[in-house]
């Protein structure tokens, strides 16, 4: 069992930043993959980042130049820094992990809110 907790978020106005981070309470040799996904009013989840324990992204194009994601292997956090908000990254922010088994699990959540 992974459990994934979130710290971050919150209300800022367009163009500005903000930092995720999200630990995983668990062995650090189980989790392969680590990373956000997010959820707006109405849309269905969608990715945002992800990052492979050897380091290799994937970024979803509405935020490539603008979001830059990390992980510290020795710890199991990820990180997500935003900047350049706009309001249309307002959503929950959602911890994702993957094991080496393929299991999948998820944070509680954290809100984002991008004021114009």
């Known amino acids: 069992q992974v459990r994934l907790v979130e710290s971050g978020g919150g209300l800022v106005q367009t163009g500005g930043s903000l930092r995720l981070s999200c630990a995983a309470s668990t062995s650090t040799f189980t989790i392969n993959s680590m990373g956000w996904y997010r959820q707006a009013p109405g849309k269905q989840r969608e990715l945002v980042a992800t990052i492979t324990r050897s380091a290799v992204t994937n970024y979803a194009d509405a935020v490539k130049g603008r979001f830059t994601i990390s992980r510290d292997n020795a710890k199991n956090i990820v990180d997500l820094q935003m900047n350049n908000l706009k309001p249309g990254d307002t959503a929950v922010y959602y911890c994702?992990?993957?094991?080496?088994?393929?299991?999948?699990?998820w944070g509680q959540g954290t809100q984002v809110t991008v004021s114009s």
């Open positions: 994702y992990s993957q094991t080496w088994g393929a299991r999948d699990y």
